[in-house]
């Protein structure tokens, strides 16, 4: 739990500088926009006092059967993927990195409220699908791709710990020609402490490398020589051994998508990242307006 934050009624976690009213009114105002929602939970954007915020709420998933179990488990176990979002958040805030700030954490008996500030911007294949329609300069495109290795290097070499890095929670914003800014959201499976082991962090770089085909191949390598030669050498070891480790892990990933989508049916290989035909993207599931 962040040193900044405070407990109220042990059921209420405060960021640095939130008052208790501050937090019960972002927990009930209601949606500008549902960005998505599932089985697991809703995510919100939200605005109040000309400040926009994201909210987070998580639902139990556990099989009808077990719930009349759970109000006996600790909160650890129930909300254990909000508790990790919350903690990631507020010691990725002491260590500079490019995460959302955590604002309040709520645990009721049925859901958890995370509520934290807004990152602007566009996951990273989306972000960089809207450039290309932009007829974006090959100069810039190329340039993009180093910036975000070296982003990439600096969030890991900061001691991010995540199982979820996808190009969904690799979010971007700016002009096709920059500045561009980069931030990471979705820590549920985050922690935040010594840069992650070598392995982790192949595993990392493999699933944000697992990108649609309008991202070529010339573009993934020149954001991995980016992120080696700024010093990713010391997480990764041997260039030469990383790279292939590296190449064949997306590989998989991607045979794997690909079988996944032809065993539902669906050919278009752009569909699976909630891009159209055209290559734009499209709404996520369950995205509408607010009430």
């Known amino acids: 739990m962040p040193r900044e934050s405070q407990s109220i009624h042990g059921k209420i976690l405060l960021g640095a500088g939130i008052s208790i009213e501050v937090a019960r009114n972002l927990m009930e105002t209601p949606a500008a926009w549902i960005i998505s929602e599932g089985r697991r939970g809703r995510l919100e954007r939200i605005e109040w006092r000309g400040q926009t915020y994201a909210r987070k709420t998580y639902r139990v998933t556990s099989p009808p059967s077990l719930r009349v179990l759970l109000p006996m488990l600790p909160g650890r ?30 645990e009721r008996a049925d859901c958890a409220i995370l509520i934290s500030s807004w990152i602007s911007g566009e996951p990273l294949h989306h972000w960089h699908a809207r450039a290309l329609k932009q007829q974006w300069k090959s100069v810039d495109e190329f340039r993009f791709a180093r910036w975000i290795g070296t982003e990439l290097r600096r969030a890991l070499a900061g001691g991010l710990t995540t199982r979820d890095l996808s190009p969904y929670n690799v979010l971007i914003d700016g002009r096709p020609e920059g500045p561009w800014s980069f931030g990471i959201v979705d820590l549920d499976d985050s922690t935040i402490g010594p840069p992650p082991a070598r392995l982790q962090a192949l595993h990392s770089l493999a699933q944000v490398g697992h990108l649609p085909p309008t991202i070529g191949r010339t573009l993934k390598w020149r954001a991995i020589d980016a992120f080696l030669e700024d010093g990713g050498i010391e997480l990764l070891g041997d260039r030469r051994k990383a790279i292939e480790e590296l190449s064949n892990s997306i590989t998989r990933l991607d045979e794997s998508k690909m079988k996944r989508q032809l065993q539902e049916g669906i050919t278009n290989p752009l569909a699976g990242w909630g891009l159209d035909e055209q290559g734009l993207p499209v709404p996520f599931i369950g995205g509408r307006r607010g009430p």
Do not use: K
Not at 77 to 106: H, I
């Open 77 to 106: 176990l129930r909300w254990g993927r909000a508790r990790r979002s919350w903690q990631s958040m507020g010691n990725g805030q002491r260590s500079g990195l490019p995460l959302p700030l955590p604002v309040a954490l709520e």
